[in-house]
């Protein structure tokens, strides 16, 4: 088969641009690190100061004693990325090191996924996912601070492979190779807690009780694993970011009351809307929304078992902080400040998006061009404002902050302008 089909060489061209768009972000780019009011400096670059925190993650691969010099860090838990990594860490350090494995795993998960598209849903469907994938701000948000957040958009297209995997999985013993390995990959970051209860809502759909139990049991026992490995090695058993949930859990228990939870309820439609809006980057939820209600009006065309049971998995979390007793944390995880938690929503949208491609590409070709005219818009438009800190975008500016509003409004644009337009390398 020769490398130089088409198919190929628009699979190297989206591998392309989505590389130049990581780039454009890295740097004094970096966008977690520029949308903080006053972000700390490292390697010469601009960073989040986050950075603390994760230098202890290295500092502990690396075996660094006294253990009071990385024992405090609340981000610990999340080994992934600076295991897997562990090689380039240790020869370009800690800075190099995690911008070169982030690049490297992301564009692992790009590639996979893509080839998974391919292979389950045909060429259509996959010309779908690299449009939209090689332009997802998500992704772009992270690459430049070389923190566990970059495992997010890998972990979440792992995630829907898998299930998928066990969709197809009768023999028990596999299926828990599969749990185990679920476990695995939410050591890189704390997607458990959306995932881990939308494999079991999928078992419950099926009426696999036991396999509902089970799963929840195997998926979870890497963190139970890894937290007793921290705890031996020297790490604290409570900080601040690991109990927050255990601190609303506790205002569930013990401050519920009528008025306060009719109030919250009050305000979840505002919420609900603002929350997919921003924690997809505006463009995807809203191309979303279009070509679901055209599909279900005009095809009937539905959200399949594992998209049903991820946004169950997600709507239960959703809910859960939302409704919850006022607490009192200087993190509110209500409201619109952190749509950034919902993330990994992104999987069901872009999954959604790619079956409806495949499709409708058995109907007749003028529906098929007409649903790419769309996506290419879509996908320009996610370039221009992914490459918004370039020239000024304030739109860029607007969209980053809702993500995730950690800082001043006009911090953005405010540091590029300060730090200058230096990407790595430069």
């Known amino acids: 088969m020769s490398l130089f089909t088409r198919y190929n060489l628009l699979l190297s061209l989206s591998t392309l641009i989505l590389v130049l768009q990581m780039?454009?972000?890295?740097?004094?780019?970096s966008v977690y690190a520029a949308t903080l009011t006053n972000p700390h400096s490292m390697q010469g670059y601009i960073?989040?100061?986050?950075?603390?925190?994760y230098y202890m993650?290295?500092?502990?691969?690396?075996?660094?004693?006294?253990?009071?010099?990385?024992?405090?860090?609340?981000?610990?838990?999340?080994?992934?990325?600076?295991v897997v990594g562990y090689p380039i860490f240790f020869v370009f350090g800690f800075y190099?090191?995690?911008?070169?494995?982030?690049?490297?795993?992301?564009?692992?998960?790009?590639?996979?996924?893509?080839?998974?598209?391919?292979?389950?849903?045909?060429?259509?469907a996959a010309y779908a996912g690299m449009l939209l994938c090689s332009c997802y701000t998500g992704i772009m948000y992270w690459i430049g601070s070389p923190f566990a957040q970059n495992t997010i958009f890998p972990i979440s297209v792992l995630v829907y492979i898998i299930m998928y995997n066990l969709e197809n999985t009768e023999n028990l013993k596999q299926a828990i190779l599969w749990w185990i390995l679920l476990g695995?990959?939410?050591?890189?970051?704390?997607?458990?807690?959306?995932?881990?209860?939308?494999?079991?809502?999928?078992?419950?759909?099926?009426?696999?009780?036991?396999?509902?139990?089970?799963?929840?049991?195997?998926?979870?026992?890497?963190?139970?694993?890894?937290?007793?490995?921290?705890?031996?090695?020297?790490?604290?058993a409570h900080n601040e970011n690991k109990d927050l949930y255990l601190v609303i859990l506790n205002a569930w228990l013990t401050q519920f009351t009528l008025p306060d939870f009719i109030q919250?309820?009050?305000e979840l439609p505002q919420i609900f809307v603002q929350n997919i809006l921003d924690t997809g980057f505006i463009v995807l939820p809203s191309l979303f929304l279009v070509i679901f209600s055209v599909a279900q009006i005009a095809y009937r065309f539905k959200l399949n078992k594992i998209e049903t049971s991820l946004l169950l998995g997600m709507l239960w979390l959703w809910l859960f902080l939302n409704l919850a007793p006022t607490y009192a944390h200087h993190w509110q995880l209500r409201g619109v400040d952190m749509a950034r938690i919902y993330q990994p929503l992104f999987i069901v949208m872009v999954m959604y998006i790619v079956r409806f491609a495949n499709y409708l590409s058995h109907t007749n070709k003028t529906r098929i061009r007409a649903y790419f005219i769309l996506l290419f818009f879509s996908f320009f438009t996610c370039v221009w404002l992914n490459t918004g800190g370039w020239f000024e975008n304030k739109i860029t500016q607007k969209?980053?902050?809702?993500?995730?509003?950690h800082s001043d409004d006009d911090a953005y644009l405010k540091n590029i302008a300060h730090f200058g337009k230096r990407p790595l390398g430069f």
């Not at 960073?47 to 925190?53: A, E, F, G, P």
């Not at 993650?57 to 600076?82: A, C, D, F, Q």
């Not at 969209?399 to 509003?405: I, L, Q």
């Open 23 to 29: 780039w454009l972000n890295s740097g004094n780019m």
């Open 47 to 53: 960073t989040n100061y986050d950075d603390l925190h």
């Open 57 to 82: 993650n290295y500092k502990m691969i690396r075996g660094v004693t006294p253990k009071e010099e990385w024992k405090h860090s609340y981000t610990l838990r999340r080994v992934g990325l600076y």
């Open 96 to 124: 190099w090191g995690g911008e070169i494995t982030s690049f490297l795993i992301v564009l692992f998960a790009f590639l996979y996924f893509i080839r998974f598209i391919r292979k389950k849903y045909g060429v259509p």
């Open 184 to 236: 695995i990959l939410f050591t890189g970051y704390d997607l458990f807690i959306l995932f881990l209860p939308a494999v079991f809502f999928y078992y419950c759909s099926k009426r696999k009780w036991l396999w509902a139990f089970l799963s929840a049991l195997f998926i979870f026992l890497p963190q139970v694993l890894v937290e007793l490995a921290l705890q031996s090695y020297g790490a604290l």
């Open 264 to 266: 919250h309820l009050k």
């Open 399 to 405: 969209m980053y902050r809702n993500f995730y509003r």
